[in-house]
């Protein structure tokens, strides 16, 4: 039985056509629409559906294709001019999927980041397009940059914690002058509800629970 027969892919497609829709602004509605693309929003065959449709995208690929929900990173070592070769091959196979399957990227939010000292930073094209070369990107909002480092994504979590802090000094303050003084944080202690970005402190210290001593935090692993 193949991919496009059986009572299960026409079960689908029966669900799926017939759909239409329509707009309303301010009371007006506009004419009904069939609805060409696309699957009922809260559908549990929603993202099953998806799956099975992106199933396909890394055959053939030769350098790593990550997928994630609709993101799609490839990445490749280029350390020779085959390198670099290999991942413009790859893009132009991901370009002819897309046409293939009707779809489109979105080379507006396509990127490329070079990373290693002595990477030659060649350039690359999606389609007829050149794809823009950047410097930073942040992933699963984690900002890294080409040199692999994490100070700014560690500046940015410090700076969100500063209000945090200053508040806490406030009510320490507040308290000390009505009689009932209370201590404040300890070095390498952050208040509750706050994550200590623990600059240059390894990754086991980090765990336990919010505003707690990295040696509590230690004696929990």
């Not at 299960?8 to 029966?14: F, G, S, T």
């Not at 890294?144 to 700014?152: A, C, P, R, V």
């Not at 706050?194 to 692993?221: C, D, F, Q, Y």
């Amino acid at each position: 039985m193949g991919l496009t027969d059986g009572p299960w892919i026409r079960w689908i497609r029966n669900w799926l056509d017939g759909h239409t829709q329509r707009v309303a602004v301010n009371g007006s509605m506009s004419k009904w629409r069939s609805v060409t693309s696309g699957i009922l929003q809260g559908s549990v065959l929603r993202p099953a559906l998806f799956n099975v449709f992106v199933g396909n995208t890394d055959s053939g690929i030769e350098c790593t294709l990550s997928k994630f929900a609709n993101d799609t990173k490839l990445c490749g070592v280029v350390d020779t001019l085959e390198g670099r070769n290999a991942i413009q091959r790859d893009l132009d196979m991901l370009e002819r999927w897309a046409r293939a399957n009707r779809m489109k990227f979105n080379k507006a939010k396509c990127k490329v980041l070079h990373m290693g000292q002595g990477n030659p930073k060649h350039n690359y094209r999606l389609g007829g397009e050149w794809i823009e070369s950047i410097s930073e990107e942040k992933d699963l909002w984690v900002l890294g940059d080409e040199k692999l480092n994490m100070s700014q994504q560690c500046a940015l979590a410090a700076q969100k914690a500063k209000p945090c802090s200053g508040l806490h000094q406030k009510q320490h303050d507040q308290q000390v002058k009505g009689g009932d003084p209370a201590p404040l944080l300890h070095s390498g202690e952050t208040p509750p509800g706050v994550v200590n970005p623990a600059l240059g402190s390894p990754i086991k210290e980090r765990h336990g629970p919010l505003g707690a001593t990295p040696e509590e935090a230690t004696k929990m692993i």
